[in-house]
């Protein structure tokens, strides 16, 4: 058995483990406010102090304290979260996992928050969500296997979540949830420890499969062996499979064609980046749905400093509810302004389309005339042509008001490169780097 003070260390890991998972300093606040009362080789009991950050705590963040408490402790820890008056809730109901019963493991994994009804449509992920829909309604009979792309934190990770969660609430069937990583690791222990066929049972008898990041599998020959059949039994059984990725299957380095044939064979549905209105209205449930009180002057603040992710939204709105509670401040834009200071990069300088030309001019190397110009020549049309699909994506400018900062050039011309340029930055892994390496650099 660990000494207190080992144990202590070992709770400061996971406290960091926990803050690196969420890449955002703001669940700091709400870790903090966590007391362990007791930690041995059975059991950690966590306390609280008011039913706020009680309810807070085991609504955000609980299930991730479970898994990584296991993973970095052992399995047999069992967690229970208390309110400092002595009020206990045996929240971990979960038998302890040994061995090789990882389908616990797997299945504890379903992040409960993450549902059909609360998932946010847009224009952006309007597919994605319809298939996500027809999938939870029908598993097995409809667009199987799915396959659901995008970047990061565009609602991936919700939507396959949010299948699982329905098919399991509905229709009671056996759902494993893992991310590829988590697959991979499961693997090779199952490997050292000559279980293959507990690893083999566990994964091929379950009536829905939900793969999350499957791009992490490239190069690794054995588990895509071990995915290929898996698939191959599940489907034969009329199984649903879901895999998400942050690219197309044919621009996953290093996948077997057997494996990108299966991938391939279903539904491919993508989610984009989502406009300033769709991010409002995600700031605007998620508020709601954690009993955050915020107006439509921080939404929109909340919206514009954030180009596309939205786990960047919900940190933000993590940050404001923490501070709000913690100072027992009411939120407003300046107080949401000078909390979100550090963690927001300046914007007393929008980005522009200046910005973008001089952007553009200076990565290609050519003169910011040239992209006014009429000049047709390839080395300027294709520059030009991100440019424009940079103005649109990156600022508030209608089709006209590019054309006009681009030598007045009519609206069609840049509608058509817009949708260029958009269909190159989703099917051209060459073309999606130069344009995230240019915005990175405003």
């Given at each position: 058995?660990l000494?207190?003070g080992e144990?202590?260390?070992?709770?400061e890991?996971i406290?960091?483990t926990l803050?690196n998972?969420?890449n955002d300093?703001s669940?700091?606040p709400w870790?903090n406010t966590l007391n362990?009362?007791?930690?041995?080789?059975?059991?950690l009991?966590?306390s609280?102090?008011?039913?706020f950050s009680?309810?807070?705590?085991k609504?955000h963040?609980?299930n991730?304290?479970?898994?990584?408490?296991?993973?970095?402790?052992?399995?047999?820890i069992?967690?229970?979260l208390i309110?400092?008056?002595?009020?206990?809730?045996?929240i971990?109901?979960?038998e302890?996992v040994k061995?090789?019963q990882?389908?616990d493991k797997?299945?504890?994994e379903l992040?409960?928050?993450?549902?059909l009804?609360?998932?946010?449509?847009?224009?952006c992920n309007?597919?994605a969500?319809a298939?996500?829909?027809?999938?939870?309604?029908?598993?097995g009979?409809?667009y199987?296997p799915l396959?659901?792309?995008?970047?990061v934190?565009?609602g991936?990770?919700?939507?396959?979540?949010?299948i699982?969660?329905?098919?399991?609430?509905?229709?009671?069937l056996?759902v494993i949830?893992?991310?590829?990583?988590a697959?991979v690791n499961?693997l090779v222990h199952?490997?050292?420890t000559?279980?293959m066929?507990?690893f083999?049972?566990t994964?091929?008898?379950?009536?829905?499969l939900l793969?999350d990041d499957i791009e992490?599998?490239?190069?690794k020959e054995k588990?895509?062996e071990?995915?290929f059949?898996t698939?191959?039994?599940?489907y034969?059984?009329?199984?649903?499979i879901?895999?998400t990725?942050d690219?197309?299957?044919?621009?996953?380095?290093?996948i077997?064609?057997?494996?990108?044939?299966?991938f391939?064979?279903g539904l491919i549905?993508?989610i984009?980046?989502?406009?300033?209105?769709t991010?409002v209205?995600?700031?605007?449930?998620k508020a709601e749905q954690n009993n955050?009180?915020?107006?439509?002057?921080?939404a929109?603040?909340?919206?514009?400093n954030t180009?596309?992710?939205?786990?960047?939204?919900?940190g933000y709105?993590?940050?404001?509810s923490?501070?709000a509670?913690?100072?027992?401040t009411?939120?407003?834009i300046n107080v949401?302004?000078?909390?979100l200071?550090?963690?927001?990069?300046?914007?007393d300088?929008?980005?522009?389309i200046?910005?973008?030309?001089?952007a553009i001019?200076?990565y290609?190397?050519?003169?910011?005339?040239?992209l006014?110009?009429q000049?047709?020549?390839?080395?300027?049309?294709?520059?030009?042509?991100?440019?424009?699909?940079?103005?649109?994506?990156?600022?508030n400018?209608?089709f006209?008001?590019?054309?006009t900062?681009?030598?007045?050039?009519d609206?069609?011309?840049v509608?058509?490169?817009?949708?260029k340029?958009?269909?190159?930055?989703k099917?051209?892994q060459?073309?999606k780097?130069?344009?995230e390496?240019?915005?990175?650099?405003?």
């Amino acid at each position: 058995m660990l000494m207190i003070g080992e144990r202590m260390k070992t709770w400061e890991t996971i406290k960091q483990t926990l803050i690196n998972f969420y890449n955002d300093s703001s669940v700091d606040p709400w870790l903090n406010t966590l007391n362990v009362i007791s930690f041995d080789n059975n059991s950690l009991i966590i306390s609280v102090p008011d039913q706020f950050s009680y309810d807070w705590i085991k609504n955000h963040f609980l299930n991730d304290i479970i898994r990584v408490v296991r993973d970095i402790d052992g399995n047999g820890i069992e967690v229970s979260l208390i309110l400092e008056d002595g009020n206990t809730d045996e929240i971990n109901n979960i038998e302890p996992v040994k061995g090789n019963q990882f389908i616990d493991k797997v299945e504890a994994e379903l992040r409960e928050k993450y549902s059909l009804e609360n998932f946010v449509e847009g224009e952006c992920n309007k597919f994605a969500f319809a298939a996500a829909q027809a999938v939870a309604k029908g598993p097995g009979h409809t667009y199987n296997p799915l396959f659901i792309y995008g970047g990061v934190g565009l609602g991936k990770t919700h939507l396959v979540n949010a299948i699982g969660n329905h098919i399991k609430k509905e229709y009671k069937l056996y759902v494993i949830y893992v991310s590829a990583e988590a697959f991979v690791n499961d693997l090779v222990h199952h490997l050292k420890t000559n279980k293959m066929d507990s690893f083999r049972e566990t994964y091929r008898n379950c009536d829905v499969l939900l793969i999350d990041d499957i791009e992490f599998i490239s190069n690794k020959e054995k588990t895509q062996e071990e995915i290929f059949h898996t698939f191959n039994k599940l489907y034969e059984e009329k199984k649903q499979i879901v895999f998400t990725s942050d690219r197309l299957p044919k621009e996953i380095p290093g996948i077997e064609e057997r494996l990108r044939s299966r991938f391939e064979m279903g539904l491919i549905a993508d989610i984009q980046a989502p406009d300033v209105e769709t991010k409002v209205a995600i700031v605007k449930k998620k508020a709601e749905q954690n009993n955050i009180d915020i107006d439509d002057d921080i939404a929109f603040f909340l919206a514009y400093n954030t180009l596309s992710n939205i786990r960047e939204l919900e940190g933000y709105l993590t940050r404001l509810s923490a501070y709000a509670y913690l100072t027992k401040t009411k939120l407003n834009i300046n107080v949401a302004k000078e909390v979100l200071a550090s963690v927001i990069k300046k914007k007393d300088k929008w980005v522009t389309i200046e910005d973008i030309q001089k952007a553009i001019s200076l990565y290609f190397k050519i003169k910011v005339s040239d992209l006014n110009s009429q000049k047709r020549m390839r080395y300027i049309a294709y520059p030009r042509q991100i440019a424009m699909y940079l103005a649109r994506t990156l600022t508030n400018a209608s089709f006209p008001e590019i054309g006009t900062q681009f030598g007045n050039k009519d609206h069609s011309t840049v509608i058509h490169s817009v949708n260029k340029i958009d269909n190159l930055y989703k099917t051209d892994q060459s073309v999606k780097d130069v344009i995230e390496k240019i915005k990175k650099g405003l």
